[in-house]
C-alpha cells in the first residue's frame, strides 16, 4: 500500500482540534515509540527497505472513562476495501480459525459461587496493554501516520487494527492459564485479569498473580489493582460476595438513563451506532 494511498484524507477534525490545544500526541522523547533502545538493527533494516511503502492512515481521540486523557485510534479501515483491516481476516489468526469471547456477569458470578459467600475477590490491570505487545516488524511499515509534518509508525499493537483485541486476549488467556496450573481462579477481560479465593486463600492468590504478571516481563498498572475484598467493580459492575448481590453505581445507572433517553428521542440508527452503544454500556 503506497504512502499516497490514503493522503487524501486528513486526521479527524475530534483530533486535529483537540491536539494542537493539548498535544495529544506528542511527547518528550520522540524515538520512545519510533526506535527505542530494544529497537534491533535488523528490525530498523527491515523497515528502512520497507519505508516508500509505508501506509498511513487517518487518526482520531475518544475521551478516556475517568479521565482527562484522550485515547488515540488509528482508522485501519479506510479506505473501504483498500485499507489494512481489509488485508485481516476477522475468523482467522495464524492460519487457524478463531473468534473472541469475552466472560461475561454471570461466568464471574459462577466463580464467586464456587469460592463461597464472603469470599475475597481481587483484580489487576495490565498497563498501556497494547503498548506491550510488540507486533511482527515485517509489518511495522502498515500501521503508519502523520503528524505535524511528520510521518509515524508504531511498532506495538494500535488501537483499531482488527486483530488487536483477540491478540490482546490470547496474550491475557496464556496468563489465565498459568494461573489455573498454580490453583488460582482468575477471568481475563482484555487487560482486566480479576479472580477470588476463599478469605485464608486471597492474599497469596492475588500476590501470586502478581508475581506471574512479573515473571512474565508484563507491566502492570499498580494504580487499578484491587486487593482482596468481598466487594469489588468488574466489567462495569459492582460485586458484593458478602450480600451475594450484583449492582451498578450512581454514575453508571446515570449513564444508561441518558443513553435510554437519546435512544428514545431517536427515529432511527446506523448497525455501527447501536453496536458502538452497545459495546460501551
Not at 507491566?219 to 484491587?226: F, M, P, R, T
Request: glycine share 6%; aromatic share 8%; with cysteine.
Amino acid at each position: 500500500m503506497p504512502v499516497t494511498r490514503n493522503k487524501a484524507r486528513k486526521n479527524y477534525k475530534l483530533l486535529s482540534e483537540f491536539g494542537f490545544d493539548q498535544d495529544v500526541l506528542d511527547v518528550s522523547d520522540p524515538t520512545s515509540d519510533i526506535f527505542d533502545h530494544e529497537t534491533s538493527p535488523d528490525e530498523v533494516d527491515r523497515l528502512e527497505h520497507r519505508i516508500h511503502n509505508l501506509a498511513l492512515s487517518p487518526l482520531n481521540s475518544v475521551p478516556k472513562k475517568d479521565s482527562t486523557e484522550r485515547r488515540v485510534i488509528v482508522d485501519l479501515s479506510f479506505p473501504e476495501g483498500e485499507a489494512v483491516n481489509s488485508g485481516i481476516f476477522k475468523d482467522r489468526y495464524l492460519g487457524d480459525e478463531i473468534s473472541v469471547s469475552y466472560p461475561t456477569v454471570d461466568d464471574f458470578i459462577m466463580l464467586i459461587k464456587s469460592k463461597g459467600q464472603g469470599c475475597r475477590m481481587f483484580k489487576r490491570d495490565l498497563k498501556r496493554a497494547y503498548r506491550q505487545l510488540v507486533v511482527d516488524p515485517g509489518d511495522i511499515h502498515l500501521l503508519g501516520y502523520k503528524w505535524r509534518g511528520h510521518l509515524y509508525y508504531d511498532r506495538v499493537l494500535t488501537m483499531g487494527l482488527r486483530s488487536a483485541a483477540y491478540i490482546c486476549m490470547r496474550t491475557t488467556n496464556a496468563i489465565a492459564f498459568i494461573c489455573q496450573n498454580m490453583g488460582i481462579d482468575i477471568l481475563n477481560y482484555l487487560d482486566d485479569l480479576a479472580g477470588c479465593d476463599i478469605p485464608s486463600s486471597s492474599d497469596d492468590a492475588y500476590a501470586k498473580l502478581g508475581l506471574i504478571l512479573q515473571n512474565c516481563g508484563i507491566e502492570e498498572s499498580i494504580e487499578k489493582a484491587c486487593p482482596p475484598s468481598t466487594k469489588m467493580m468488574f466489567i462495569g459492575i459492582l460485586f458484593d460476595s458478602e450480600n451475594m448481590t450484583i449492582s451498578i453505581d450512581t454514575q453508571r445507572l446515570s449513564e444508561i438513563l441518558q443513553l435510554v433517553s437519546n435512544w428514545l428521542c431517536s427515529t432511527n440508527c446506523t448497525k455501527r451506532e447501536n453496536y458502538n452503544h452497545c459495546w460501551e454500556n
